[in-house]
């Protein structure tokens, strides 16, 4: 006869106890197979669906509540009791006994009790994982008490020996096999109450020890682990009520040292309740500033930096697959998105959570028309009345030269992808503009694409759908009343459909530093005398760069502008809220037709800095153009750091030293003349325009002092005054009093 060897089902794990079978000779010479605690316990799992080990290791589960054994003359056939005291009387009997009767037949093969383990009727079906968390309702996180029965090998050494000897004894073997038989046929002809008691005994079924072992027992390290725990728990919970003051109704009361812990709160899921669910709000409240200042040290949250990202922004692309023919593609986002991580500012930062904006947000400035064709998917657009997509300006999409799909020649469309990614800039544009007026960060960055600023209210174009900078604006206004919003747009292409949504709006000033060339750079908008219309006049400001590039603009040029036009009429107007259209395609690396200029991220970074001065620093930038990777990667990184309170990169040298170039300086005193009747203030600053940054700061240094001394001189001649006419009427009475003694 073979050895019998362990059965082996897909839906039950080999789980080997450590302990070898050890075959033994019998007097007769014959070898007989041996019994191995696991065959017993195989069989006992196939009976009851308990575990294959003989103890619940900590933090296993299904979890399985205690239950007493039952030790009285009960002859239920299924209950365990019965087994244990069938398998001591058999442990009982000796070699030289007589076989009963019952095993006198045919042997049982190992097939029969594979076949009788498979079609058992009423299994327990598979419990949960060991990885998923508890249910809220399970009675672990209510507080009950767990039955841990540790195994160790060398406590069932002695036992081992007697039990080896013992499964020498071929009717020991029989024995077993024709229990489980007839114990899972017995079932099926088992009466109704049988019935209705067993599932409530499998699910509350004991860990049997079939070495005999009580269950009490435990070993001295495991003793000595449970005690270390319990006083570190004790001491958690001290340590906890001293801290936060919580009531005896808090979720942290402390728990009694015979209850198992409940199973923590995972790092991912939220805060729940484990005790009593009437909670008093200051709990809440003591817990809550625990956790702030547990993350943030000690002492309220500090505001600081927001940022927005998602990474649905980057599905949006060309059909086509090729972005060497496209220049705004998904790595822009993904580049400059790495860089802030491996600098370390996405840690400075706050994360804020991002969203899609809703169809009607987006209706705040573009046409609902517009909105529905370019903010739905295909399945959504086929509910929509045609007639309304009919009043658009676009009639149909065009074949790109690629192969893919595009609005114009330069503005792609992807029917799966672009709507939740246009939606999904404008939505994170919105929420950090709306979470710096609250006050709940002090300034914030957008990392979005597509771009916004040349969307115009029914237009899509220059890779632009949505004009995420135009909404949040628009909402601004609408929902929290703000009366005096500035505009910074300092892409080199002019941001047309800013312009256009506000050109008539006083309540926005819109100033905007590109590049014109005469109407002959992209999109042609943007001349120097558009300046509003209606009671919007004056409030739209365009620094438009002519001349080409010869030569291109830089640092020079753009510090000359902020310090001659763009800070001086930004102070005047005082705004609540200042918004950048960030585009960084004026950055040095881009060829011709997408910029050709020349300005340093410490540039911009400088200019952020500058516009951190106004509105109490609630300042959003939001990223527009720039398709050179290195450049504004640099770039969002200078501006990110100027927004968390770092000085910016020091300027060249050579830069601040050298005057603007002839065509920018033709530029500025086209535009002050033009801007001057609206804002007056330009007026003290005009002069600079012809000089280098040094030089200006220098004038501006001698006019301090100039205005300083003529004050104090002011105030000399004043005191001066009040004591004259003293000096002047007692000179006066001087000949009266001669007079009078002559």
Known sequence: MSDLSLYSSPSMPNISLGRPPIHSSLSEGAKLAPVSEAEVRAACTARLGMPLTGQMLPGTLPYYPTLPVIDGDYSNPNSPGYIHKQMQSLEQARPGNLLPSVYQGAPITDTQVAHARLNKQGHRPLGRTQSAPLPLGHPMLAGSSIAIVPTHYEEYLPEKQLYDQQQAHNFLKQQIRQTVLTRVGGRGQSSGGQLDEAP?????????????RKGSEESEISKQQRDREQFLQQQRDLMMRNTLQVSEGSAFSPRSSHIARPLSRALSSPLVALGPTDIPASSCVAVSNHCSSAVGGSGPHRLTTGLAFDSLMLKHACICGDNSSHPEHGGRLQSVWARLMETGLVQRCDRVRSRKATLEEIQACHSEAHALLFGTNPLNRQKLDMSKLSQLPIKSFVRLPCGGIGVDSDTTWNELHTAPAARMAVGCVVDLAFKAAAGDIKNGFAVVRPPGHHAEASQAMGFCFFNSVA???RLLQQRLD???????????HHGNGTQQMFYDDPRVLYLSIH????????????????CGAGEGVGFNVNLAWSGGLAPPMGDAEYLAAFRTVVLPIAKEFAPEIVLVSAGFDAAAGHAAPLGGYKVSPACFGHMTQQLLKLADGKVILSLEGGYDLPSICDSAQECVR???????????????MRLPCHNAIDTLQKTIAIQLPHWPCIKRTAHTAVCS????????????????????????????SLQTPEHSRG???EPMEQDDAK
Do not use: C, Y
């Open 200 to 212: 409530e005994t499998e699910e509350s079924a004991e860990v049997i020890d079939l070495t005999d």
């Open 471 to 473: 909404i949040a604006a």
């Open 482 to 492: 703000m009366q005096r919003i500035l505009i910074v747009d300092w892409d080199v």
């Open 515 to 530: 590049r014109h060339d005469d109407g002959n750079f992209f999109p042609g908008t943007g001349g120097p005398t558009e």
């Open 642 to 656: 100027a927004l968390l309170g770092d000085d910016p990169s020091p300027l060249r040298e050579e830069e601040l």
């Open 693 to 720: 940054a040094v030089e200006a700061v220098q004038k501006e240094k001698d006019e301090s002092e100039t205005v300083t001394a003529m004050a104090s001189l002011s105030m000399q001649q004043q005191s001066n």
């Open 731 to 733: 000179s006066s009475e």
